[in-house]
């Protein structure tokens, strides 16, 4: 593939926990930064910008351009919707203004890539993986509690020469941006690591320090179910060093899936276990911890 070049122009669809600070820390680092969101977000962040608090980056606010509709074509496409919002997100994007963009999905689960590049045909679409915890708690406010703020990007689905551009602009954000040519690797080791903690502290109603140690056995089984599956597309994975990170991680972790369960949202609880299940099925692979606790989240989910 030839050397390509990036357009001068990040778009951040959806401005929630990670949308919204990633835009929050791209406008203050100086980068040309639009956001697409529903119309009364996209009118209050228009007017008002966006309110960073954060543990790491201090707080601050920044002027963010915000529109309901892309209007203009996309240099980077940083795509951050919840995977339950994700259709009626991308009905926002215009698919010729994605057209020879660098699309970012930083979306849970297996299944996002493959359905963008079917939404988005003419884009560059790559796997990439996000590791924050940070919430929108109103419409252009944002509050980032963890000292995590590490992004992966995986080179396949584009030209030479975007993905390390985008990485660089990016890491003029604060984050720390790495890059790397595997693209299966990147979506399951934070699988990984997501999908257990996700369905054990949702289900249990638990934060993490909690979870690991009252759920101990779902979680580390659950860990290894998702290893098991992971072997059988060629991606093998380390699960004591994910348990460790998992022990290590502040106690008062919460996955934004128990977040959504105390909110009343809608969960992920298919683009994560759902998608997991389904390459189990395929693979031929036994899951049943995690099929437990995905039929009894899936319960909670329809009330």
Same mark, same amino acid.
């Given at each position: ?85 994700? &259709? ?93 040519? &595997? ?121």
């Amino acid at each position: 593939m030839s050397v390509g070049k990036l357009s001068p122009h990040f778009t951040v669809l959806g401005p929630g926990g990670v949308g919204g600070l990633l835009a929050g820390l791209l406008a203050r680092a100086g980068e040309r930064v639009t956001v697409v969101a529903g119309e009364a977000t996209a009118e209050h962040i228009a007017a008002n910008g966006v309110r960073v608090e954060s543990v790491r980056f201090g707080d601050f606010a920044a002027e963010v351009p915000a529109v309901a509709r892309l209007s203009e074509p996309a240099g980077v496409l940083i795509v951050a919707p919840k995977a339950t919002a994700l &259709d009626a997100a991308l009905d926002r994007i215009p698919p010729e203004l994605a057209s020879g963009a660098l699309v970012v999905p930083l979306l849970n689960g297996l299944e996002h890539v493959e359905h963008l590049r079917r939404r988005l045909p003419g884009a560059h679409v790559v796997a990439a993986a996000i590791r924050v915890e940070s919430t929108r708690v109103a419409p252009g406010h944002i509050r980032h509690t963890s000292p995590f703020t590490t992004l992966e990007i995986a080179t396949p689905g584009a030209p030479d020469g975007l993905v390390a551009e985008a990485a660089d602009r990016l890491r003029r954000t604060g984050f720390t941006v790495t890059v790397t040519a &595997d693209e299966a690797r990147t979506l399951w080791e934070k699988l990984h690591f997501l999908l257990p903690t996700a369905l054990v502290c949702t289900h249990a109603g638990l934060p993490l320090g909690r979870a690991r140690a009252e759920r101990r056995a779902d979680l580390t089984a659950a860990m290894a179910e998702v290893a098991e599956v992971a072997a059988h597309y060629g991606v093998r994975l380390d699960t004591a060093t994910v348990l460790r990170f998992a022990d290590a991680a502040p106690p008062a972790t919460k996955p934004s899936m128990l977040r959504d369960r105390e909110a009343g949202r809608p969960m992920e609880v298919d683009a994560l276990g759902g998608a997991l299940l389904r390459a189990a099925e395929r693979a031929g692979v036994g899951t049943p911890v995690i099929a437990r606790l995905v039929a009894d989240l899936e319960r909670v989910d329809l009330r």
